[in-house]
């Protein structure tokens, strides 16, 4: 088994350790927020008291943020943590950032001889805990190869999409597409009710019609119509939208970098952006519901 460094146990970092301690890798956690560890302490994990501690005689160093200016900042930031992982280490970054911010690490990385993958993911936090993710991976082959012994320990599915930075272009295409699904479906299940529909009937309708979609059939944003979501429990837990609004920001970055026409990307960018600021960005994404409602006066 080998010896993981892990960095950052927020909602989708501190499962993904977890099912790796399952797995009986040796691991060394590190967080911003030391209260993060305990529980993976408990588990059998070893707290880093920094990064570079924690990387220190590491095989594999596995990295889950918040954003590309802090994997920036913990890869390339003074001192870089890339001069604290030695050479061939392994190192999966699974956050969800700018493609740019991905090869601008992976190539310091493979300048010091390090190999590197970004491998964002795809499943939330309930497949984080159940161990179902799907990882978009970036980077080469033979790295590729390297860490899927790993990465099968953390999910069920693993794509290659292409060179370093490519994982994120798909993640960054996929959650565009999930925004604008989301709201689409909130805004015809409110629709729905507000002529009178009951709107778990209207979900069972649309999930046996052309309308249906991930959304009605695993993460409905009706409280109450689908149980174990986080709609039905305050939206709470689940991707943020503050979240789904930074990546929403990433789609119009590579589309004004491309010059490629993203309008309902931009649109449904715009209704989430609405929905922060009238203070529910710590909710899950699919509290974008009650942006109707409230619209609605309902």
């Given amino acids: 088994m080998s010896r993981i460094a892990f960095i950052g146990l927020g909602n989708m970092g501190a499962p993904m350790a977890r099912n790796l301690l399952k797995a009986g890798h040796e691991l060394v956690v590190f967080d911003l927020v030391p209260a993060t560890a305990k529980s993976l302490m408990d588990a059998g994990a070893r707290a880093g008291a920094s990064a570079q501690e924690a990387v220190r005689d590491a095989e594999v160093v596995i990295s889950m943020l918040p954003a590309s200016r802090h994997v920036e900042g913990l890869y390339l930031g003074d001192p870089p943590l890339l001069d604290h992982i030695a050479e061939n280490t392994l190192v999966l970054e699974c956050s969800t950032i700018a493609p740019d911010s991905a090869r601008k690490v992976a190539h310091a990385a493979s300048e010091r001889g390090i190999r590197m993958v970004d491998a964002p993911v795809s499943g939330g936090t309930a497949g984080a805990v159940a161990g179902t993710l799907t990882f978009i991976v970036g980077g080469e082959v033979e ?99 503050d979240l789904m609004l930074k990546d929403l920001g990433l789609a119009a970055e590579a589309a004004l970098g491309t010059g490629a026409s993203t309008p309902l990307g931009e649109l449904a960018r715009n209704l989430y952006s609405l929905h922060s600021k009238q203070g529910h960005g710590g909710l899950d994404f699919s509290s974008i519901l009650t942006l109707y409602q409230r619209q609605a006066g309902g």
């Avoid at 860490?147 to 794509?159: C, D, H, S, T, V």
């Avoid at 529909?197 to 979900?203: G, R």
């Avoid at 649309?206 to 986080?230: F, H």
């Fill in 143 to 241: 790295h590729l190869e390297a860490a899927r012994p790993y990465l099968e320990k953390m999910g069920k599915n693993i794509f290659h999409a292409g060179a370093a930075g490519a994982g994120q272009v798909a993640k960054i295409c996929n959650n565009m597409l999930l925004g604008i699904l989301m709201a689409g479906t909130s805004e015809a299940l409110a629709l729905g009710a507000a002529n009178g529909l009951d709107p778990k009937v209207l979900s069972d309708i649309i999930a046996k019609s052309s309308g249906r979609n991930w959304a009605t059939e695993l993460y409905n944003p009706w409280p109450g119509v689908m149980d174990n979501v986080p709609s039905s429990k305050g939206y709470a837990g689940g991707f943020g939208v």
